[in-house]
Every structure is written in C-alpha cells, then in structure tokens.
C-alpha cells in the first residue's frame, strides 16, 4: 500500500458565501513533497491555503488534511516595529499548544532556540526580529511553524523582496525540509523556481493543470492560468516566463 497523502483534494470548490471563489481543484501532496502553487493574484492561491488549514469549508468537492500545518507568510505583511525577539516570534509556534492562560516557558524557549538552529540562525535568537534582513525574517517564521510541530509548511510567496544569495539559501532550506519529510506548499510567481519543485498546482478561477513541472508547465497551461500575460524567452527551447512586472523574485 502506498503511504496516504498528507493532503488530498478532489473535486474541490471553495468561496466565502456568493460564488465559487475557485473550483475543480483536484491534487495530492505526500510526505517530503514540495508543491508550487502557481496563479495570478486573486486567482484562488490564497483560498486554497485557507482552505487546507481548515478556515474555509467546501462548497463540493473533498478536502482530506491527515498532518498538522503551520503558515508562513510574506515577511513584507508582519509587523517590523513591534520589539520582539527572533526567538520570540519562534517561541510563539507553541501558542497553539499551550492553554490560553499559560505564557511559554523554558521548555517552549528551548524548541525555539532549537527549531532557530535548524534554520541556520542559532547566532541571532536575542536580535530584533524587525532588524533582520528578509531572508533571516522568513526563516524566523519557519522556525515558528517548526515549533507549531507542522509536517505541512504552508508558504506565502516566501521569496518576494530576497536577493539571489538569500533566495538560494531559504530553496537549499525547504529542500533539507522537505529531505526530512515535511510537505511544502510554496504559493509563488516565479516559474523557472516552480520547475525545481517536486509538482505543480495552477490555478486562475479554476484548477488548470496538476502535475509534475516538466509535464505541466507548457505554453497552453501558463496562457491559461496567467490570461496569455506571457512571453518567449530567447534560446528558451519554447518555454516561457511573466514579464518583469509579474516576476516577484529578485
């Protein structure tokens, strides 16, 4: 027997009241898979997201989630003048444990320092969160949904605003994520980064293709999630990419 996914979907469609938000969304996650979740804004990324961590209910379809999940999100949307701590904002991953009369403790600080080491930034657990760069930022916040115990890593566009140094190292540290068993969805815009992962989800309104990037991700399938906002890359053996102005990584 194969092992059970960590997420299945079949059939899905998800929205907040009215219409459809998204819909048909048909996909499987398993364990030690990294999963891009590709689509313009206001496509249904986001909604899907909820969805997997149980803020949404399904209009039809199925959801089925058999792991824990944690959120990362973009570290442009968190608050940067609050005084808080590296290992404060990973210390807060046990929150979700914890009765809501107790503060954490020594125990919950040591998993914080312990899930910063995994992250590479056992040197930096008393620096202001607000006073690391973006790359330290995003690997903060993986900290915090490693102490949360998540084997799915929920990932809002973890890339945005990272230079090549620190987009390199965050990719080499969902990949030893990954290397280790945690499912990863990466919701992202950038194409040639999608191509590296394990599969491919794309959506515009609607599920338009699933599978693995380099059966999925063809002209016909990038048209039709990104509305035809696309272009050809020279000496690119047919492939293409956004332009510049969709092209968050930097």
């Given at each position: 027997?194969?092992?059970?996914?960590?997420?299945?979907?079949?059939d899905?469609?998800?929205?907040?009241?009215?219409?459809?938000?998204?819909?048909?969304?048909?996909?499987?996650l398993?364990?030690?898979?990294?999963?891009?979740?590709?689509?313009?804004?206001?496509?249904?990324k986001?909604?899907?997201?909820?969805?997997?961590?149980?803020?949404?209910?399904?209009?039809a379809?199925?959801?089925?989630?058999?792991?824990?999940?944690?959120?990362?999100?973009?570290?442009e949307?968190?608050?940067?003048?609050?005084?808080?701590?590296?290992?404060?904002?990973?210390t807060?991953g046990?929150?979700?444990?914890?009765?809501?009369?107790?503060?954490?403790?020594r125990?919950?600080?040591?998993?914080?320092?312990?899930?910063?080491?995994?992250?590479?930034?056992?040197?930096?657990?008393?620096?202001?969160?607000?006073?690391?760069?973006?790359?330290?930022?995003?690997?903060?916040?993986?900290?915090?949904?490693?102490?949360?115990?998540?084997?799915?890593?929920?990932?809002?566009?973890?890339?945005?605003?990272?230079?090549?140094?620190?987009?390199?190292?965050?990719?080499?540290?969902?990949?030893?994520?990954?290397?280790?068993?945690?499912?990863?969805v990466?919701?992202?815009?950038?194409?040639?980064?999608?191509?590296?992962?394990?599969?491919?989800?794309?959506?515009?309104?609607?599920?338009?293709?699933?599978?693995?990037?380099?059966?999925?991700?063809?002209?016909?399938?990038?048209?039709?999630?990104?509305?035809?906002?696309?272009?050809?890359?020279?000496?690119?053996?047919g492939?293409?990419?956004?332009?510049?102005?969709?092209?968050?990584?930097?």
């Amino acid at each position: 027997m194969p092992p059970q996914p960590l997420i299945e979907a079949v059939d899905l469609d998800l929205g907040y009241g009215g219409p459809p938000a998204v819909t048909g969304i048909s996909f499987a996650l398993g364990a030690g898979e990294r999963l891009a979740l590709l689509g313009p804004n206001g496509g249904g990324k986001t909604t899907i997201l909820r969805a997997v961590l149980g803020e949404l209910r399904p209009l039809a379809g199925s959801l089925r989630v058999a792991a824990s999940c944690g959120t990362v999100p973009q570290t442009e949307r968190s608050r940067l003048d609050y005084p808080v701590s590296a290992l404060d904002v990973a210390t807060m991953g046990s929150l979700s444990r914890l009765p809501w009369w107790r503060r954490p403790g020594r125990a919950e600080r040591e998993s914080g320092r312990e899930a910063l080491a995994r992250v590479g930034l056992e040197g930096l657990a008393s620096a202001t969160f607000g006073e690391l760069s973006g790359g330290q930022r995003q690997r903060v916040l993986i900290a915090r949904a490693l102490v949360q115990e998540a084997t799915v890593l929920l990932m809002d566009e973890p890339f945005t605003g990272l230079d090549r140094g620190a987009a390199d190292g965050l990719e080499a540290l969902i990949a030893a994520l990954a290397g280790e068993g945690h499912g990863i969805v990466i919701a992202t815009h950038d194409l040639e980064q999608a191509g590296r992962w394990d599969s491919v989800l794309c959506v515009n309104g609607r599920q338009i293709a699933f599978g693995a990037p380099d059966r999925t991700l063809d002209r016909e399938v990038l048209e039709a999630t990104y509305g035809g906002a696309i272009v050809e890359l020279p000496g690119g053996g047919g492939k293409a990419v956004l332009p510049p102005h969709h092209h968050h990584h930097r």
